[in-house]
């Protein structure tokens, strides 16, 4: 894989300066300023949506801080904030989206302080049938956790794929701690991805955040 070269443009919404850290790969761009949702295909940058909420979300890590996870550095280029509704509850998590040149992608996601660093897995997970569904993945068996439609909520920097405000998506876990295996479906495409739960201490060390 080639490492592509950072491509510095501008919002056409408010002015503000941007860039384009994965090349070709980039597909939509949030603005950092005003969370405008742009074209990243578009060397215009076209205006897909326009942020009309009045909350805004601060990333834990920044857009653009870099680290070392499993040794390979990394690049937070992408942040969402998503939401699951259950029993009348909102349940709101963040989703921070990293790129090595050569490495590819990888996820961070955060609940109320608790992360899981995400892959994309490389083969479909077979799912067992029943009331209670259950995996076998890598030689671990995972029990379901829940079933839920997720929401996005708020958008920031760049994503491989067309994101938007108020996309939806039919997510299920299944879970086998410290692991969990993620289904997510929407009209156009089903990815499964695995996530190892990882302490906030380890976030902290790997991207040098200050505080504790």
């Known amino acids: 894989m080639v490492a592509p070269q950072v491509k510095g443009l501008n919002c056409p919404n408010c002015g503000a300066a941007i860039q384009l850290r994965s090349g070709e790969l980039a597909q939509t761009v949030a603005c950092s300023s005003c969370a405008a949702v742009l074209d990243a295909k578009d060397p215009n940058l076209r205006v897909l949506q326009q942020f009309q909420g009045k909350i805004r979300t601060k990333p834990i890590i920044p857009l653009g801080t870099r680290g070392k996870l499993k040794g390979d550095p990394y690049e937070v280029i992408g942040f969402q904030r998503r939401k699951i509704r259950v029993d009348d509850v909102d349940y709101f998590w963040s989703e921070y989206l990293l790129w090595n040149p050569y490495k590819g992608f990888r996820y961070l996601t955060e609940y109320d302080g608790h992360w899981n660093d995400v892959v994309v897995t490389k083969r479909v997970p077979e799912v067992k049938g029943g009331k209670q569904p259950t995996i076998e993945y890598l030689g671990e068996t995972f029990k379901h956790f829940q079933t839920a439609s997720a929401e996005t909520t708020f958008v920031l920097g760049e ?54």
């Open 159 to 212: 994503f491989p794929w067309e994101v938007r405000l108020g996309d939806t998506a039919v997510t299920r876990d299944f879970v086998s701690p410290p692991h969990i295996l993620s289904e997510e479906t929407t009209d156009n495409e089903t990815t499964w991805s695995l996530g190892t739960y990882v302490s906030p201490a380890y976030i902290w060390e790997a991207f040098q955040l200050p505080g504790k």
